[in-house]
């Protein structure tokens, strides 16, 4: 690459870049919706009935319509906090994320 490349490069980006060479983890995060129940709600998150396993740790987007006077459809980023299998479904503890 000539300087005036270089430096046309360069002028492009908004910061600088350094070499590293370093280990990475990552996981690919992509839609892939699925389909469950909710078995109960509160303030901190929410007890749900699942149809596969999920690592503790899994992060969900989950979308739900609160029934009542007002009805409201809720998106929500969730943590699964822990998880019990029951029969063929998993009930599953998710805390909401801010």
Same mark, same amino acid.
């Given at each position: ?25 990552? #996981? ?8 469950? &129940?909710?078995?109960?709600? +509160? !303030?901190?998150?929410?007890? %749900? ?6 690592? #503790? ?8 319509? &609160?029934?009542?006077?007002? +009805? !409201?459809?809720?998106?929500? %980023? ?21």
């Amino acid at each position: 690459m000539s300087e005036r490349e270089k430096k046309i490069s360069a002028e492009r980006r908004s910061s600088q870049r350094v070499e590293l060479i370093s280990n990475v983890t990552y #996981s690919v995060v992509m839609p892939s919706y699925q389909t469950g &129940l909710i078995r109960d709600i +509160s !303030e901190g998150g929410l007890c %749900l009935m699942l149809p596969q396993p999920l690592a #503790s740790g899994t992060i969900l987007n989950v979308e739900f319509d &609160l029934h009542g006077e007002q +009805s !409201e459809h809720i998106k929500a %980023l969730v943590r699964v906090v822990w998880q019990k299998q029951e029969a063929d479904k998993f009930q599953t503890g998710v805390k909401f994320l801010v």
